[in-house]
Each structure stands twice: as C-alpha cells, then as structure tokens.
C-alpha cells in the first residue's frame, strides 16, 4: 500500500538555525498538510496545500514557517529561524480529494530545538 | 467555536472487554469524521470515517463507530478488545468551511487523544 514517507525522523537543531522537513506523499494524491503535536498536546493543523499554493493557514504558521513542493514528489516544511517552543512532532499528510477524503498521514518527523 | 472533544485521556479495559472510546463535536452543520489509531513511533492510521449515508461505520481491527447528529457524538466502540488495540486514538474532524468562497480544503480538528491500555 502506498506510504506517505517523512525525513529525517529525528532532527536536532540549535535555536535560531534554519531546518527543512521533507515529505513525499502518495503519488496521485492533490491535498498536502502539515501538522504538529508538541508533547502532551493535541495535534495541531498547520496548513494546507493544494494546486502549488497554500489554501489554509493555522495562526502557528507564521512567517518564519514556509511550504514547498519543489518538484513533482517532495513537500516540504522550513522553519526559518527555530525557537525552543517549535520542539515538537511534525506531521505531513495528503489525501486524493478535499475534507470529504481520510488523510494519510506519515510517521513524523521529531524536532528537537536546543 | 468549532471543537472536538475526547472524553477521558485514558481509558483501560481488560482483554476481552468493551472497548468504548467517546468522541463529541460542537458543529451547527455536521461535518466529516475520523477516527485514527497511533502505535508507538508510528504515524497516525486511519480506522475509519463517516461522510454521509449509514451512521453506523465499520472499520479496521473490529472497531466501529456510531455517528449520532442528536447528541454531536461520533463514540468508537470495539465488542471485545485485544491486546494489540493498546495504543492512542485520536478522533479528527473536518468542518465545513466558513470562507467566503466556501471551499473546504480538509483541515482536520483534533480531539487530544485517548490512550487505550489492555490488561491480560
């Protein structure tokens, strides 16, 4: 069955530095998200990303926070300059359709920020 | 506001019993429900979705759920637990779209998570 695969698992980065986190999702599918879950919390949307731009932003995805789909496979999430509150799980997710479909979702990437 | 609720963080159940995992939603229009499944250091899988139609939903493992449009209530139920059930269940909703063009682009709403423990 077709995976939505997420790299690296695990990212350590120091705070203020830049990091990128890579998704490829299934192939056929049109609707791309990214969400979080910091430790102990709900997870959390972050956006939504359908026809090469952003559709829906959470009020998390500031400007430091930016989306890409750089080739026809990869999505992409880089956070510009990281702060020690941006720890957490970072989801990526697509689906065929709209919010009629299930999304399917990777294993996650977990950002550590020191 | 449009929320999701999940009542109980943690729920235990002995092998063999009812499992009975309660999910609430505050919606005017009812919207599109999910029920996913985390296994530790894994991603979120789908156990099943209402859209429209039949209320009652089967899916993955056993589990079912029930969607009541009276009480804004979408519980996941499963007759008789496994020990391999033990893990996080998340409930997830889809609202419809409150923007002016009325496009809904999917943004799934999380309850916290219910964690399931199974004892021998």
């Known amino acids: 069955e077709p995976e939505v695969t997420q790299t690296p698992s695990h990212q350590v980065t120091q705070m203020g530095q830049e990091v990128i986190l890579r998704c490829v999702p299934i192939?056929?599918?049109?609707?791309f998200y990214w969400y979080r879950q910091i430790l102990g919390q709900k997870v959390e949307f972050l956006v939504s990303?359908?026809?090469?731009?952003?559709?829906?932003k959470s009020e998390i995805f500031d400007d430091q926070f930016s989306v890409e789909r750089p080739d026809g496979s990869n999505f992409t999430l880089k956070i510009r300059s990281t702060k020690l509150e941006d720890s957490a799980m970072y989801f990526c997710?697509?689906?065929?359709?709209?919010?009629?479909?299930?999304?399917?979702f990777g294993d996650g990437t977990r950002l550590s920020i020191l | 506001a449009q929320s999701v609720t999940q009542l109980g963080s943690h729920v235990s159940v002995s092998e063999g019993a009812l499992v009975l995992l309660r999910c609430n939603y505050s919606?005017?229009?009812?919207?599109?429900l999910f029920w996913y499944v985390q296994y530790p250091n894994q991603g979120l899988q789908l156990l099943l979705k209402?859209?429209?139609?039949?209320?009652l939903v089967k899916g993955i493992n056993g589990f079912e759920a029930e969607f009541k449009k009276s009480e804004t209530s979408f519980h996941l139920t499963k007759p008789s637990a496994h020990m391999s059930d033990a893990a996080e269940y998340f409930c997830?909703?889809?609202?419809?779209?409150?923007?002016?063009?009325?496009?809904?682009?999917?943004?799934?709403?999380f309850g916290q998570g219910t964690i399931l423990t199974v004892h021998p």
């Open positions: 209402y859209t429209t139609g039949a209320t």
């Open positions: 997830a909703v889809s609202f419809p779209s409150t923007n002016a063009g009325g496009t809904s682009y999917g943004k799934l709403t």
């Open positions: 919606s005017s229009v009812p919207p599109y």
């Open positions: 990303f359908y026809n090469n731009e952003i559709s829906e």
């Open positions: 997710a697509s689906s065929v359709r709209g919010r009629w479909e299930p999304q399917h």
């Open positions: 192939s056929n599918h049109l609707y």
